[in-house]
């Protein structure tokens, strides 16, 4: 009675069960097994101490300090588990925007991700919409689909990172393409075991590749198609025919438009550069077209009926893009929060 054990659970996987049981061996020692706990949290000290804020909040300040930034390696890194996502596959945009508060707290990760989605993209251009790593660290099934907006992120956050790091170098990064079968017309998407292809390009390469091929795929109000779903997936079925544009994704085009081609100007081209910024003039135009009275309208149907619902999307992004001067931009917002907030 009143005797203390100290019981010893270790959770791990390895490639082989020779190194299973060398590892099991070495853990089942509590000596280790406390060291190596200790090890764990120092680790994690590191990693947490890059950024630090302190407000009169300190919970809002453990949040930020703390949980956040440990959510978003351990849980959306690490692990993939968000809420559509538990199946482990990598999702195209969900990585590339988690890495984005990377850019200040670890640039080495997210410099590796963003050349890991490059990676992901097809030769034509659109991008895997997730994946799965295959058990050599190659490309397992994936999803190929019609949506509109994965293959954009890459540029997106690029610019950002280039800004964020000052590392210009990412850019002349070669990374390959993947190619597959084009998905049916008739289909929304399809699970594929992806090819690498000989083909290759720079990092600036692919991006551009994207951007053309949504460049290429504009309806008859001048705005991108919007497939089967943007950025918000439930609306897979306002464009499965092959007509319906994306107010949204005009204006998310709109401000990667205008905030690459300072890059490519960097590179050298000049008139890939100058090409984007008229094409962004015309959008601008085009979406300029959405506005109905107190808010733009989110997309255009197949059919040519105007969905219109007030949306947070086409009320901020407006203001994010650089689409609008200041007094629609707070209009447009301040409208979305009488009706949403």
Not at 36 to 48: G, P, S, V
Not at 171 to 198: C, Y
Not at 314 to 329: E, K
Request: proline fraction near 5%.
């Amino acid at each position: 009675a009143g005797e203390e054990a100290v019981v010893v659970v270790a959770l791990g996987q390895t490639t082989t069960i020779e190194e299973a049981k060398r590892l099991a061996d070495y853990a089942r020692d509590p000596q280790h097994a406390y060291a190596e706990l200790a090890a764990n949290a120092r680790a994690w000290d590191d990693q947490l101490s890059v950024l630090r804020i302190k407000t009169n909040r300190p919970e809002f300040d453990r949040l930020v300090n703390d949980w956040l930034p440990y959510q978003l390696l351990a849980a959306r890194l690490w692990g993939r588990t968000g809420p559509s996502q538990r199946s482990g596959a990598t999702g195209y945009r969900d990585q590339l925007q988690d890495v984005i508060p990377l850019i200040h707290l670890a640039p080495e990760r997210a410099r590796a991700q963003i050349l890991l989605h490059a990676a992901h993209q097809y030769i034509e251009g659109d991008a895997c919409k997730w994946w799965h790593r295959a058990p050599n660290g190659g490309t397992g099934l994936a999803d190929r689909t019609h949506s509109s907006d994965p293959h954009l992120w890459l540029p997106y956050v690029t610019i950002r990172y280039v800004r964020g790091s000052g590392d210009y170098a990412i850019l002349d990064e070669v990374e390959t393409f993947l190619e597959a079968s084009p998905v049916p017309k008739d289909q929304e998407g399809e699970a594929t075991v992806p090819l690498t292809s000989r083909d290759k390009d720079t990092l600036l390469g692919h991006c551009a590749r994207g951007i053309d091929w949504t460049l290429d795929r504009f309806g008859a109000h001048g705005l991108p198609l919007m497939g089967s779903g943007d950025w918000d997936d439930g609306m897979n079925l306002v464009g499965d025919e092959g007509r319906g544009e994306s107010v949204w994704l005009g204006f998310f085009l709109h401000g990667i438009l205008l905030d690459i081609a300072p890059l490519f100007e960097a590179k050298g081209e000049a008139d890939r550069a100058e090409r984007y910024r008229e094409r962004a003039a015309k959008l601008r135009t085009a979406l300029e077209n959405c506005w109905r009275g107190d808010r733009y309208i989110r997309a255009y149907a197949d059919d040519g009926e105007e969905l219109a619902p007030m949306s947070a999307m086409t009320s901020s992004w407006p203001t994010l893009a650089r689409a609008v001067d200041a007094a629609r931009g707070r209009e447009a917002i301040e409208n979305a929060l009488a009706v949403l907030g």
